[in-house]
């Protein structure tokens, strides 16, 4: 699937984004207000881990009959000297025994956007000429 962002205008850092039907906006420099408020792109980043280990856990403990009743995943991140560490916590709600959580939690690390950002990039960059 191809994600699309296009500037909004030329003079605030604002974007839309489109992936298929969806659309959502970022901004990065701007004025936070409740009219404008929307994730600057390292928040866009953070959020894709924590809607995927949520998804991916939710599914699995469906799959496997766990009673998990809610998932809570926060994320925070530090961007130094060319190293972004990310500091994910998992909240697991719900009647479960140490070793239904400790399941869950391996879970967690399996999912895709885990997997992608432990893994090793390759970004390929090419100019589209109109």
């Known amino acids: 699937m191809t994600v699309i962002s296009k500037d909004l205008d030329k003079t605030h850092f604002r974007t839309q984004i489109n992936a298929a039907k969806a659309q959502w906006y970022a901004g990065e420099g701007v004025e936070n207000d409740d009219e404008h408020a929307m ?7 953070d959020s894709a881990l924590a809607a995927c280990t949520s998804i991916t ?26 190293l ?14 140490d070793e239904d959580r400790e399941r869950l939690m391996v879970i967690a690390n ?20 109109a």
Request: aromatic share 4%.
């Open 57 to 82: 856990v939710r599914m699995y403990a469906e799959r496997k009959g766990i009673p998990l009743e809610h998932i809570v995943v926060s994320i925070d991140h530090v961007d130094e000297g060319g």
């Open 110 to 129: 399996k999912c895709p956007i885990h997997r992608a950002l432990s893994g090793r990039f390759e970004i390929a960059t090419e100019e589209v000429r």
């Open 39 to 45: 994730p600057d792109p390292h928040q866009l980043l």
């Open 84 to 97: 972004y560490q990310i500091a994910r916590r998992v909240e697991l709600i719900g009647p479960l025994g």
